[in-house]
């Protein structure tokens, strides 16, 4: 299962990348760094595009 994190290059954000990847998912991260900026936007489809979607 692909897996967006928002926040996943940062302190927690990272931790959570390393515990989904452990159990078997492709966890991406995603911030600022790494072109997406949720303010605006701007890279956001792209973050998003094959990721798993969860209503909770």
């Known amino acids: 299962m692909k897996i967006a994190v928002i926040g996943g290059t940062g302190l927690i954000g990272s931790q959570v990348v390393k515990i989904l990847s452990a159990s078997g998912h492709e966890a991406v991260p995603h911030s600022p760094s790494t072109g997406l900026d949720l303010l605006s936007g701007k890279g956001l489809p792209e973050a ?4 798993t979607s969860s209503s909770t």
């Open 48 to 51: 998003l595009d094959g990721a």
